[in-house]
T-cell receptor
Framework: GAGVSQTPSNKVTEKGKYVELRCDPI?????LYWYRQSLGQGPEFLIY????????DSGLPNDRFFAVRPEGSVSTLKIQRTERGDSAVYLC???????????FGPGTRLTVL | AQSVAQPEDQVNVAEGNPLTVKCTYS??????LFWYVQYPNRGLQFLLK??????LVKGSYGFEAEFNKSQTSFHLKKPSALVSDSALYFC???????????????FGKGTKLSVIP
């Protein structure tokens, strides 16, 4: 079946601009995660959704970062007033209701000039 | 707090030789442990996991990993390396008893495996 998909695959923006990154999880997966992977590092947790609600947003670095999942499926990560330090690969993962394993999408590479 | 250490940034092994990629972890409770592989410009692909039961778990592509509670380790192994195994490998942990938590994963920094023909 289809895996987790993310769009765009690459996003280049200028400092101060607003960006949206989209994640389409595996069908039927109620849990959705966003992670950020900086160069040479492992992924770091940002936010977790169970259904439509953000159940844990403790990993968001500051209030410029926000995410939504209005219908419990597709999620959008929104970054306001981007900074060069936001440049990273943003990974989305989803997990089935009775599963332990998170399945990752290919990621969106964000470059802030 | 939970953490993962992958002490080797890079591991080089000759094709056909056995390989080991090391991982140690720290959690307050019982761990769930995972290995993922990342090919260039790709996302993370799940390889295997330890939840409970047999300390030796088998996964995709001939990989296996051994859970050692006393040494808090979960090393990834393969009896005979292939050139196509060359990639970045990540170990991850979550606390089994996260309560109402998110079951977020904590990852190591990754180990680059190079299999030399």
């Amino acid at each position: 079946g289809a895996g987790v998909s993310q769009t765009p695959s690459n996003k280049v923006t200028e400092k101060g601009k607003y960006v949206e990154l989209r994640c389409d999880p595996i069908s039927g997966h109620t849990a959705l995660y966003w992670y950020r992977q900086s160069l040479g590092q492992g992924p770091e947790f940002l936010i977790y959704f169970q259904g439509t609600g953000a159940a844990d947003d403790s990993g968001l670095p500051n209030d410029r970062f926000f995410a939504v999942r209005p219908e419990g499926s597709v999620s959008t990560l929104k970054i306001q007033r981007t900074e060069r330090g936001d440049s990273a690969v943003y990974l989305c993962a989803s997990r089935g209701p009775l599963e332990d394993t998170q399945y990752f999408g290919p990621g969106t590479r964000l470059t802030v000039l | 707090a939970q953490s993962v250490a992958q002490p080797e940034d890079q591991v080089n092994v000759a094709e056909g030789n056995p390989l080991t990629v090391k991982c140690t972890y720290s959690v307050s409770g019982n761990p769930y442990l995972f290995w993922y592989v990342q090919y260039p410009n790709r996302g993370l692909q799940f390889l295997l996991k330890y939840i409970t039961g047999d300390n030796l778990v088998k996964g995709s592509y001939g990989f296996e990993a051994e859970f050692n509670k006393s040494q808090t380790s979960f090393h990834l192994k393969k009896p005979s390396a292939l050139v196509s195994d060359s990639a970045l490998y990540f170990c991850a942990v979550r606390d089994k008893n996260s309560g109402a938590g998110s079951y977020q994963l904590t990852f190591g920094k990754g180990t680059k495996l190079s299999v030399i023909p």
